[in-house]
């Protein structure tokens, strides 16, 4: 027969030690056992540096799980080994949906930015980049198109073989169409103030001498000369 496990033990001094004891019977007569072999072993040092780890793993998860990037880490064949809470929030999946599924299966990049993301991945791959800055359309679970900042870095071994790469992720969704309609309201003026005939200037007084900050594009229509002529001669 034979028992094994972790048990308690206070050394001479009352300093508490974890220790792994396993009782062995050595049968001569099946009968009777002549003898029991006792093996102990001190794994304190084991216990305690698993019981840091896990502790600083923990912190760890908390900080990532606070911050308002998205935190994703693919092992050496660029499957997801850990998905942040906030990367649930950026895009719908659940961390229990999306372990052990590559970039592809989960299909996040947008169809018209695969080129750009595959380029960068080739680029990371043949140790040409071991980190790089990525904005580029997603996908979210329910379908929505999303705008985000990936930044990547990869962790090699001594052979140079990638062991793993974390990913951070920005959703930049609301600054990016915030851009594209303040350009299309741009847009919009220029065209209006094009099809006027009236010029608008804005001025700025800097050290004593007025510059032009602004002349509407219809300038040379009306005038017959440029804004840049009307710039240096003001």
């Not at 072999?37 to 019981?51: G, Q």
């Not at 950026?90 to 970039?103: P, S």
């Not at 380029?119 to 990525?134: F, Q, R």
Request: with cysteine.
């Amino acid at each position: 027969g034979k028992w094994e496990g972790e048990v308690v033990h206070k050394t001479k001094h009352g300093k508490k030690q974890r220790i792994h004891a396993s009782f062995h019977l050595v049968d001569e007569d099946k009968a009777l056992p002549k003898e029991i072999l006792m093996v102990n072993r001190n794994i304190s040092e084991k216990i305690e540096m698993r019981d840091s780890v896990l502790a600083a793993n923990q912190h760890l998860k908390v900080h990532i799980d606070n911050s308002p990037l998205a935190y994703i880490q693919w092992d050496e064949q660029f499957k997801v080994q850990q998905w942040s809470d906030q990367a649930t929030n950026v895009f719908g999946w659940t961390e229990e949906e999306v372990r052990g599924k590559t970039l592809d299966q989960l299909q996040l990049v947008h169809q018209a930015d695969r080129k750009k993301v595959d380029n960068l991945m080739i680029e990371i791959l043949s140790g040409t980049k071991e980190n790089c800055v990525c904005e580029s359309r997603y996908y979210t679970k329910s379908g929505e198109v999303i705008y985000c900042e990936w930044y990547n870095s990869v962790m090699r071994d001594k052979q140079g073989k990638i062991t793993s790469m974390l990913s951070l992720i920005n959703d930049v969704t609301d600054k990016v169409t915030s851009k594209q309609k303040l350009k299309e309201v741009h847009l919009q003026l220029e065209h209006t103030l094009s099809s006027i005939r009236t010029v608008v200037w804005s001025l700025e007084l800097i050290e004593h001498r007025l510059n032009v900050k602004y002349i509407s594009p219809n300038i040379n229509k009306i005038t017959g000369i440029s804004a840049t002529v009307l710039s240096r001669n003001i």
